[in-house]
Structures are given as C-alpha cells and as structure tokens.
C-alpha cells in the first residue's frame, strides 16, 4: 500500500465504519420485514404461503424493502405511526445505501467534513433502527408462538459470544 493509500484509510476509515454498521442495520432491518412477513403467514391467512416468504428469508425471491413493506401492509393492518417509523426507515436506509456515500465524495476528502459526515450517518442509521425496533414486539410475540424462537434469548447468545471473543476485562 503506498502513501496514499495509507493517508486514505486513515481518513476515511471512521466514516467507512460508520456507513458499514448502517449498512448491517439496513440489512437487519431488511430482514425484520422478511421474518416478520413469513411469521404473518404462519399465523394468519395471508395471501402469500409460507413457502413463499421461505423464499424471501433465503433470497431466493428477490424483493426491495419497499416491495416487502407493501406486502407488509396488505397483509397486516399497521398503525399509522408505526407505518410513518418503516416509511422513514425504509426512506433512510435507500439514502445511505444507494447514494450518501457518492453524493459526499468530495466533502469525504476534506479532513474538516469528518465529524458532520459520521453525524450525517449516524442520524441516518437512528431512522433505520427506529423502523426496525418498531417492528420486534410483534416479531418476538409471534417467533415465540409460531416459530418457537425466543428472539432475545438469540440476541443475548449472539452478544455472548461475541463478548466472549475478547476474553475478561
């Protein structure tokens, strides 16, 4: 890696980071709306089978996040707040993922912009996890009964093992 190279990462590197962990939370929540559908036609009649959004869960039928809203909403009657909370996420989550990073290339050069790109991010980011915790009351009420999966219980092995990589404080 040549001088540049190196002067790049390190400049970039915060903002990189930032935009990596909105991009697992897009895809977090990406993913909520998919469990959350197959969840739906498990314990409901839906129009759409089970098999069906097994596909979507496994990405064998592609669906953009605002498709799977749609299905979302013809499948389940959402509260208007709650519908404004995925719209405002869903509106997030396509800004950073197709566009922030470009439409602030240069801004990204200069070493002065740092701060306010990372808060750009990170207020991005908020939107996107605010649609997605929005939505895992329902989905932990209905993995319990229709899946038994105790999602908390998986997030807090998740945070275990992962805590447990770096060993006592």
Same mark, same amino acid.
């Given at each position: *890696?040549?001088?540049?190279?190196?002067?790049?990462?390190?400049?970039?590197?915060?903002? %990189?980071?930032? #935009?990596? +962990?909105?991009?697992?939370?897009?895809?977090? %929540? &990406?993913?909520?709306?998919?469990?959350?559908?197959?969840?739906?036609?498990? +314990?409901?009649?839906?129009?759409?089978?089970?098999?069906?959004?097994?596909?979507?869960? =496994?990405?064998?039928?592609?669906?953009?996040?605002?498709?799977? %809203?749609?299905l979302?909403?013809?499948?389940?009657?959402?509260?208007p707040? *709650?519908?404004?909370? $995925?719209?405002?996420s869903?509106? +997030?989550?396509?800004?950073?993922?197709?566009?922030?990073?470009?439409?602030? +290339? &240069?801004? *990204?050069?200069? $070493?002065?912009?740092?701060?306010? $790109?990372?808060?750009?991010?990170?207020?991005?980011?908020?939107?996107?996890?605010?649609?997605?915790?929005?939505?895992?009351?329902?989905?932990?009420?209905? #993995?319990?009964?229709?899946?038994?999966?105790?999602?908390?219980?998986?997030?807090?092995?998740?945070?275990?093992?992962?805590?447990?990589?770096?060993?006592? =404080?």
């Amino acid at each position: *890696m040549d001088d540049f190279e190196k002067k790049k990462e390190k400049l970039l590197y915060p903002i %990189f980071f930032e #935009a990596g +962990a909105g991009l697992y939370d897009s895809q977090d %929540f &990406e993913y909520s709306l998919k469990y959350l559908l197959f969840l739906i036609s498990k +314990a409901t009649n839906t129009k759409i089978p089970v098999e069906e959004t097994v596909k979507y869960l =496994d990405d064998e039928t592609k669906k953009t996040t605002g498709q799977l %809203f749609n299905l979302l909403k013809k499948n389940m009657d959402l509260h208007p707040v *709650m519908e404004e909370l $995925i719209l405002e996420s869903i509106n +997030a989550r396509n800004i950073l993922i197709h566009h922030y990073l470009t439409d602030n +290339a &240069e801004r *990204m050069s200069q $070493i002065q912009n740092q701060k306010t $790109i990372i808060q750009e991010i990170r207020e991005l980011r908020k939107k996107i996890i605010k649609g997605n915790e929005c939505l895992e009351p329902i989905i932990e009420g209905l #993995a319990k009964i229709f899946d038994n999966y105790d999602v908390q219980k998986g997030k807090d092995q998740m945070k275990s093992n992962f805590l447990h990589q770096f060993g006592p =404080d």
